[in-house]
Each structure stands twice: as C-alpha cells, then as structure tokens.
C-alpha cells in the first residue's frame, strides 16, 4: 500500500507498536503470564458492584436507556453530563466552571492527540511549534500521538536520592526554556511511568511559564484527584483559564467506557468539540450515563476516597514490600518515589546490559514489563538512565506480583554474575 507520509509514520514499525504487539501476544498465548505490563486498572469488587447498580438502574429506566444507546450526543458530549461534572468540580475546588468549560473525548487518550495535533506543527505563517514535556521519562501513550515527528520536545530530570533505594525527579528549571517555538507545555500528574507528583510550587512554575508566553499548560489528571485519586502525596489540584486539565474515567475502573474528561476554557473546549465532530461525530454516551448521577450526588468522589485509594495504597505498600525482601542487597536499585498512579518504576543502576534485555530474558519466564526506553521521547539519541530502568504494574493480583517481582530480583542477579551473557 503507498501510505501518505503522515500513514507512513502511523503504521512504520516503531518501538511501542513492537511492544504493544509483543504484550498481546504474550497474553493469548497458552501459557499463563504474569503481566505487570500494561496500563490496565485492578478490577474492584466493591466498585464493580457500583458499576453493575448504576446499569441496572439505567436499564429500568426505559425511555433513558433507549435514548443513550440510541441518539447521538452533541460533539462535546451530552449536556447534563457536562453540567454534572461542571457542578461537582465547582462544589470541591470553587473553579466557577459552566458547562462551556468541560469537554468529553472518547478516552483521553483520544484528547491528547487532538490537543496536541490542534496546537503543535507550522502556524498560519509557516512558524512551527512544539509541545513541550518538561520532565521526562512521561507517558509511552503520548509519544507517537504528534502528526510530524519533530513536534514534540522534552527535558531530562534532576534525580533526587532520597535514600539509598529511594529517589524522586525533579523539573530542572535551569535548563527548561519555553520560547516562541513552544506551542504548549504537557505534565502528567500522578506522572506514568514513575509514581511521580509534581510538587504544587513546580506546578506554580509552570503555569508562570505557560502564563507569561500565554501557551497552554496541560496537566493530565487521569490519576489524581478528585477521581480516581491514586494519589498519596500532598498536593493541590490546579485549574485557571491558561490550564487544561485532563480526567479520565479510565482508572476508576471504567477503561472500556473511553471517556475522556477536558476542563479548559470555551474556545478550547469548542475546538474539541469541532475536532471530536470531525474524527468521530459524538463520543461514546454510556460511560457518561452511567456515571452522571455520581458525580450529581458526590458518590464519585466518596467511592474514591474510600475504596480506590487505599486499595492502590495497599497495593504499592505491598509491592514496595516484595521488591525490599527480593531485591535486598543483591544488587544496586533504586525505586522512584511511588506518590501516585499504579506503578513502580525502578532502577537498576550500572546494571551489565539494558532492561530491553531484562525484559527479553522476563517474557522467556513468562514475566512481562515495560523497558525504561519507551518512556523517552522527545529528545535526540538514547539516555542510559532510562535503558537502566524498568516500569512495573502493581495493579494485579498480589500473588502475581510477588512472584513477579522475585523473577526480576533472579534475572537481575544473574546479568550481574554473567555480565550479561
Ligand atoms: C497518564 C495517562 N494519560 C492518559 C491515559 C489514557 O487513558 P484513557 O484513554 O483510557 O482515558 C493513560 C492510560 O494509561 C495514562 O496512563
């Protein structure tokens, strides 16, 4: 097939295509895997059972039922959801939104590339912009979602040691410019693949920045506060007219539902709504459905409060727990601080070889994670930190966790006693 160039660079055979290829292979296959791969939120018995009273409730109302399965929705998403989500986020911070300021997208993946693709690329004058990522490693999600190739540009952290198997990253402000080719700045916040929760002062920095070039800053919420609120670090949720605040109901526990939540200002949020009418006509209308009354009556945020956080709180103490008791002193690692979303992610420093060989020797073992490297982008050539570092999903059941982890501490020892052979 003779592809355009942008059809080339879509279907071109990269690194994550490879990966995500390999991932789902490796889980339909016969042999039972034990996947701390993915992005895949933990299934929930008492959420589920939220889930599961919320359509059955919506089912007995017959005349909404038939007319969320059966009409279109207006491109920005459908109008009492808007205002539901408008009114709730207005009784738990005082932002003064209407339901001109709420976008909903089929998936906020699906919002990145709109927002990126809206903003990055040359302007009517032929200048070319780019987004910027102030803190890599960020999300594998984001970085083949640029129309053209070079409209993305990233920064490398400072690394903070906390202590000797602890560090955090830091934005390096020395070295972080935004000039006239930057045409927004984008953070996720719990950040994926680290744990990591920008502090409230290096939020405070960037949206200075963003500010004084009048650029939007993009902060992607899909796992802080108010919802899911896998987060445990301190830290307060931002939005001005200059923000674009990103939610999903994805790691709620709703992944398959694709609803994407944007709170931006209306010329943003009508250019959403432009975009989403061209790529898609409507968005998906049963994730707003089912989930409108909890936002009406603050349940998404008790059931979160509640039951979500410290689910995934136990869950990484208890994955902190098996990495200190296999790994001990076996070899140097180091685990960024976990603040937030449903990952480790660990470093192994000075290690003989990469973790794209880690892995390689994982999946023979039936063990799959994601090499540090695909979480890079943005930036010319390779960075050792990051092929010295491995993502690891804790979000599966305990078992699997801690036998995954014992196979890593194993693989691991061995690259140190074999050189890597
Ligand atoms: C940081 C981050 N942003 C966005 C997404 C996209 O999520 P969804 O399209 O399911 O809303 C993910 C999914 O893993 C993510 O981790």
Redesign the pocket.
Known sequence: MKWSATGTRFTSHSGILQLMDDLGRALSGPDKKCMLGG?NPALIPEVAAIWRAQMRSLLEDQSRFDGVLGRYDTPQGRPTFLRAVAGMLNREYDWNLTEENIAVTN????A?FILFNLLAGPDDRGMSRRVLFPLMPE?I?YRDQAIRPDDFVACEPGIEQIDEHTHKYHIDFDSLEAGPDIAAICV?RP??PTGNVLTDEEIARLDEMAQARRIPLII?N??GAPFPDIIFADARPTWNENVVL?M????IGL?SL???ILVARPDIVRAVGAMNAIVSLANGAVGQALTERLFETGEILTMSRDIIRPFYRHRRDHALGCVRSSFGDRFPWSVHRPEG?LFLWIWFPRLPGTTTQLYERLKERDVIVVPGRYFSFGRSGTWDHTEECIRVNYAMNEHDVEHGIAVIAEEVARMWSTGCR
Request: aromatic share 12%.
């Open positions: 992005g998936g906020s993946q699906s990145f999300y999600g996720s950040t994926n992607d899909a796992y990103s999903s109901l994805s790691k992944p694709r609803t994407g979303s």
